[in-house]
């Protein structure tokens, strides 16, 4: 077998955000591959200026909001028009916003939901009969999730992330004794793009991805929350089961 086809592939749903950017670099830093689905090619674009490379990268335009986005990849994986992958991370949100409860419209409550919920429910749905099916015992799913959706405050992502705890209470569940190694990876301060951190003074997301390389490597972490609050936290890994 050649190198290449011994390389895992890690799917990322939101590649092109602060987190997604922190994944994919951590999964070519970790000698993986990257199938990233984006949503254009400007989006693109912006990964590969914020990697610094697209070596190692296949890109896939879907849109991920659809509920047929993520699963139309999976199709075309399945057809052998895309690079199987053994690892997927799911990112999609955004729209860090103070926008109290009573001001939130109608229509911003149903697309924040749209966007950072619904798009991370089918990335899951989606993708993990796939890797169920491949019985690698090397895959995981992972899925970022905040802290806001306890802190509550900024209520409309904290609503969207509340909405993602129960998720993945019942994905570790249903993980617990598949081949598949599912954790949420809890976010507990603001990670961006290394440029744009820097300017923020915030965290980088290179500095963040090393904490998907420790879930990556440690074949203990399943079915846990990874806490991630401070900044050792990146260095050590927290975790513990979900129930
Ligand atoms: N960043 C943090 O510090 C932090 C902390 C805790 C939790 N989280 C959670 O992690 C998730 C990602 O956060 P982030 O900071 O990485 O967000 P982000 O930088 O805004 O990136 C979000 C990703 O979702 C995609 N996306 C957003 N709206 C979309 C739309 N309408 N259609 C298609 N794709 C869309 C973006 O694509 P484009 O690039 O094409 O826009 C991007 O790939 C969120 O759920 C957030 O709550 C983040």
Redesign the pocket.
Known sequence: MSLKTAMETVLVV???????VSAVTAALRSKRNVLAI??NQA?AA?LVKYVGSAEGITFVEA???SDSGVKGVIDQVRAGKLPSFQHVYS????G?VTTTLQEITTGQLRSNFK??FEANFFAYRDSIGYLLEQSNSASTWTI???S?GELATRPM?AMT?GALFPMTIAAARDNEFTNVRFNELY?GF???VDEVAVQNGTTKASDFGKVYELILANPEVRSSRVRVETLEDIEKLRYQKKF
């Open positions: 939101g590649a092109t955000g602060n987190i997604g984006v949503r989006s912006k849109d991920v909001l990112c999609v949100g955004g860090y966007v950072s970022c999730t905040g806001q992502p992330q976010l603001r990670v961006e």
